[in-house]
């Protein structure tokens, strides 16, 4: 496969077409090859698997309401699908892309065309492999503009520029996870993180400085930050500059200004910079976030942002990344964010709810013959540990097909105890199965997440799919049922599609259950995903068909 060749499947065509006078249509056309490359930016012959060629991947560019068309062919061994991860997928959960869940994977030699629509949606999202541990390179940004004469609700920016975080191993990551699997213990942690595909300056890779920010004195500049790392939260920072938060996973908030961002795998974070230092070169410090006594790759990341004019060869500016464990600075981020709650981009938080539910999340150990110890470390929601089936959940759904998965998910764990207690004995085994729980379309939902202390308290960030939803609710230790919601923000919380909960601690969220569908909702650390802390809502149909999902398209991959 030539690079030529490459760079054209990667170009985006416009269709433009005009059904009246003042409704414009915009179909944006992509395709997506899935192939293998080596990995040369970080000097390193290891293939990876990547599309188009590039990790990170290609940025999809389109518009509020534009109609997106990505073919994706696999050129690999292995089992492909990809996800577009905050995208509304209004009625096409065909599109969504998790396999299992809402389509068999694309196999070996085949292809699959999504298409959804970004209705009401504009900001930053991305899209990521949604099988396997693939996302650790099969990942990248989408840019959703907002209507064409429609300003953004902050200062223009001279300029704008993707940031895509992530991580890397220097062995192949599927062999990572399959050894972890077989012993039944965690798997290695990452090698170095990664900014914009570069962990910075590498011994004995002189060709590798790192990614560069040039920027012109006086300017402001929209960096859109994403968190592609498979199971580390993040630090984000620049040497003595402010950056000033304007929106989160493609939602607008309160502007404010801070020295350090908190990202969690799954999030986008959109922040103003605005060119006002000296002029000269300043440490860009990418850094891991982790209260829990658990391994993790405390490498930092780096990259510089340059002044025009300076030489390359000029003295750095440099930072210090805060404290893995620094609890305080998170905090006061996380505390910072609230929805922008204009006339224009309301906050319609769900005041009255039809679900209360109760959600425990964390680790547990099962039985395993054949690994070490004779155990395997498994996650669980409400202790049921989710067993992928081998139908996809929204064919069984939409057609009806019995014995792929049971609505049965409990609302409540069966059996409560000192859920974040380190001297609480309990059982730490889980109950295995493909539960899901079932809404009324247009129902209303409170969903409380509670970390346990079962084998470590540990922060979670756990993203649902088809749904934004409002986070009205924070908390250390044990969720009082009585006493907290009193203090729920439901005047401005900030809305999002992926939210951390806290370690011991608790997160509480509000949505509308107005998409019809099978939507899965999980850790978006890829280690507790794989191990089973995940489960899917089934929401029914409402009345008629723009309240229906829509038919599967002629081309799902068959499992």
């Known amino acids: ?81 990809i996800h577009w991860h905050g995208v509304r997928q209004l009625r096409t959960g065909w599109a969504d892309g998790p396999a299992y869940i809402t389509q068999c994977p694309i196999q070996p030699g085949g292809t699959y065309l999504y298409k959804f629509t970004l209705t009401g949606q504009r900001g930053t999202l991305w899209w990521h492999a949604h099988v396997l541990w693939l996302r650790a390179t099969v990942h990248g940004s989408i840019v959703i503009l907002p209507k064409l004469g429609v300003p953004y609700p902050f200062p223009k920016p001279d300029k704008e520029a993707v940031v895509v975080l992530g991580e890397w191993w220097k062995s192949d990551t599927e062999a990572v996870i399959n050894q972890a699997q077989k012993s039944g213990q965690a798997p290695n942690v990452s090698d170095a993180h990664t900014i914009n595909g570069n962990p910075g300056p590498i011994p004995n890779c002189l060709a590798n400085g790192g990614y560069r920010l040039h920027v012109d004195l006086g ?148 039985p395993c013959s054949t690994c070490v110890n004779g155990s ?62 079932r809404l009324a379309y247009n129902s209303t939902v409170q969903l409380v997440l ?31 049922p009585n006493k907290d919601p009193e203090n729920f923000n439901l005047v401005d919380p900030v809305e999002r599609n992926t939210v951390g909960v806290p370690t011991g601690g608790w997160t509480a969220i509000r949505f509308k259950a107005d998409n019809p569908g099978v939507w899965f909702m999980h850790c978006h650390l890829e280690v507790h995903t794989t191990w089973g802390l995940k489960m899917a809502f089934v929401v029914d149909n409402g009345e008629g068909p723009n309240e229906s999902v829509i038919p599967p398209p002629s081309d799902l991959p068959k499992c």
């Not at 395997?376 to 409400?382: E, M, Q, T």
């Not at 202390?453 to 609710?473: Q, R, Y």
Request: with cysteine; glycine share 4%; aromatic share 10%.
């Open 1 to 81: 496969m030539s690079t030529t060749w490459l760079r054209v499947v990667a170009t985006m065509v416009l269709f433009a077409c005009t059904f009246t006078s003042i409704v414009e249509c915009r179909i944006r056309n992509y395709k997506f090859n899935v192939v293998m490359t080596n990995a040369t930016k970080l000097c390193s012959s290891k293939p990876i698997v990547t599309i188009n060629g590039r990790f990170p991947g290609p940025t999809i560019v389109a518009r509020e309401d534009d109609t997106v068309t990505v073919k994706v062919v696999n050129h690999v061994k292995y089992n492909v699908s």
């Open 219 to 366: 300017k402001t500049y929209l960096l859109r930050i994403v968190n592609a790392a498979l199971n580390e939260e993040l630090f984000f920072k620049i040497a003595n500059h402010k950056l000033t938060v304007v929106e989160v996973d493609a939602l607008y908030v309160k502007p404010f200004t801070t020295d350090t961002i908190l990202i969690a795998p799954g999030q986008t974070t959109n922040v103003l910079l605005t060119a006002g230092q000296k002029a000269g070169k300043y440490l860009v410090a990418v850094s891991p976030f982790m209260e829990a006594p658990i391994a993790v790759d405390n490498l930092t990341a780096t990259a510089s942002l340059h002044y025009s004019g300076i030489l390359t060869s000029s003295a750095m500016k440099l930072v210090a990344p805060p404290p893995k464990n620094a609890t305080s600075v998170a905090n006061t981020f996380i505390n910072s964010l609230k929805s922008l709650n204009s006339e224009t981009f309301p906050a319609k938080v769900p005041l009255n709810v039809d679900h209360s539910l109760f959600f425990t999340i964390g680790l547990g150990v099962n």
């Open 376 to 437: 395997r470390v498994v996650a669980d929601i409400n202790n049921i540990t989710f067993v992928m089936p081998t139908t996809a959940l929204l064919q069984a759904h939409y057609f009806n097909i019995s014995g792929v998965f049971t609505d049965d998910f409990p609302s409540k764990p069966l059996m409560p105890y000192n859920y974040t207690s380190s001297t609480q004995t309990m059982n730490p085994a889980t109950n295995r199965g493909t539960k899901l729980y």
């Open 450 to 480: 509670q970390d346990t202390g079962m084998i470590t308290p540990e922060s979670h960030p756990v993203h649902l799919h088809g749904f934004n939803f409002f986070v009205v609710g924070r908390g250390i230790g044990n969720f009082d």
